[in-house]
């Protein structure tokens, strides 16, 4: 008999996780989760965990309450340990009370791991702090969702009107008139703020603010719809002031990222910071070669080399992963002048406890190569591990320059098996703001994925591209970019898409 975690999954931000709860996802036999579940979470399981989806969305029950118990029941019994996800917290409105009924009936162990519910996280990304001190001393959190023509209701409705509580419903979009009129007829004052906070905490996030007299005409005005947490009290007068979350320059706009999956993530995480909602479509695959006896060679001839020169994360990556095989580390650059090509590049060798010796100030081939010779490389010796197919420029001026170069190649890129409907569909809903390009690699393999016709259709996708090389690939497609920044890297990409979009 294995244990089943009733585990909150938050509101909907990956990052309002709990620490236990990822823990708990990452070691789970099976995982069974919720609609409102964030997806993302999934990414987190064991690669073997079985991953099981019951959620609901309105009232398409994809599996009935009873067959969920039976599921986590059996599987538990079968000695598999199960994470069941739950949105928000797993105690407040999500059956959780019910699961945990059923699992001590059929003697199966159990824990919980509450979650950041709804309620409290959705208005305070709307600004609205759920107590405070000058508006209230309590706070209530409501069903919206009981059926109003259900006799014996089990709202207080002259309570909740009377008190001076903020009342936050849950499920209660669809009974709004019903709620707003409830809570007049009670006595509560019809000019008292109500706001309205939809997919709160996720990117898509809208909120409104209104009265008790016109919410119901506002939100529908305004075609707001579930899921949506409801507010009602004197604290969502503070919206305007403490909003925050809506205030991030990229909130809600769609943005493609082509890199790929290895380096997408600095780009990514950068860009849900600011608020956008990321689509990741790498276009790259980064593999390591079939045969390392080249560069083992090349490692142990080390001593020969004057320069090492990195043009890339990854070649750093796989470099130090086959210096790490045969058993050398960092002390076997000991002797040798490095450069790094750009700063990412220079912050891995830093990471490795090297300090290269030259970065460039911009990525452009004679650049490097004027660096290079003011620190005389002429004459010297000079490897480039880099990936299997690359631009040639930089080896063949410094060649010309008079130094001995030899390339090394240390991985290769391939064009990634992907699936280009999702990234189609989220066009034809005009989800997509911007598609991101980060080399003439992600702009080729990219149009190998979708054909260039099919973004031609959208023309108020804006195209955004690192640097005039790149620029030049977008051309031969057919494409100008829209957005470019003067410096080619991605925290200039991302300053020139807050500013372009
Ligand atoms: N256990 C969940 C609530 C489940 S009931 C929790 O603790 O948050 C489902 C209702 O929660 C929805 O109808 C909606 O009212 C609210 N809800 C859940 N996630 C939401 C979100 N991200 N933004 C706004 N409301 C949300």
Known sequence: MSTVYLIGAGPGDPGLL???????????????????????????????????????????????????????????????????????????????????????????????????????????YAGIPVTHRDF?????????????????????????????????????????????????????????????????????????????????????????????????????????????????????????????????SGLSSTLKSLGAHV????????????DYAEVEQAILGLATVDWLVFTSVNGVKHFWNQLTEIGLDTR???????????????????????????????????????????????GKRVLIPRARVAREVLPEQLAKAGAEVRVLPVYETRLAQQDPSELIAALEKGRIRALTFTSSSTVENFFALLPAETLKQHPEVKIACIGPVTAKTLGRFGFTPDIQPADYTIPALVEALTKGL
């Not at 809570?183 to 409104?208: H, I, Y």
């Not at 689509?279 to 079939?290: A, G, K, N, R, W």
């Open 136 to 264: 209230t001393t309590s706070v209530c959190f409501i069903t919206g969702h009981e059926d109003p023509t259900k006799e014996e209701s089990g709202h207080n409705w002259e309570v909740y009107a009377k008190s001076n509580s903020t009342l936050v419903f849950y499920m209660g979009v669809k009974n709004l008139p019903m709620i707003a009129g409830k809570l007049m007829e009670g006595g509560r004052d019809k000019n008292t703020p109500v706001a309205l906070v939809r997919w709160g905490t996720r990117s898509e996030q809208q909120s409104m603010v209104s009265t008790l007299e016109h919410v119901a005409g506002d939100a529908e005005k305004r075609q707001f719809a579930a899921p949506s947490i409801i507010i009602v009290g004197g604290v969502c007068g503070l919206h305007d002031k403490l909003a925050w979350f809506e205030k991030k320059p990229l909130l809600g706009k769609g943005i493609v990222v082509t890199r790929a999956r290895e380096q997408a």
């Open 279 to 290: 689509y990741e479509f790498p276009t790259i695959s980064v593999e390591p070669l079939d």
């Open 332 to 378: 076997a650059l000991g002797g040798l002048s490095v450069a790094a090509i750009g700063p990412a590049t220079a912050d891995e060798l830093r990471a490795r406890g090297v300090a290269p010796d030259f970065v460039p100030a911009k990525y452009v081939a004679e650049e490097v190569v004027a660096g290079l010779l003011e620190r005389g490389v002429a």
């Open 18 to 124: 709990t620490i236990r709860a990822k823990e708990l996802i990452e070691t789970a036999d099976v995982v069974v989760y919720d609609y409102l579940a964030n997806k993302d979470f999934l990414g987190y399981a064991r690669k073997d965990a079985e991953i099981i989806y019951v959620g609901k969305k309105g009232g398409d029950h994809t599996l009935p309450q009873d067959k969920i118990n039976e599921l986590i029941i059996s599987k538990a019994k079968e000695g598999k340990s199960v994470a069941r996800l739950k949105g928000g917290d797993p105690y407040v409105f999500g059956r959780g009370g019910e699961e945990a009924e059923e699992l001590v009936a059929a003697g199966v162990p159990f824990e919980v791991v509450p979650g950041v519910t709804a309620g409290v996280a959705a208005p305070a």
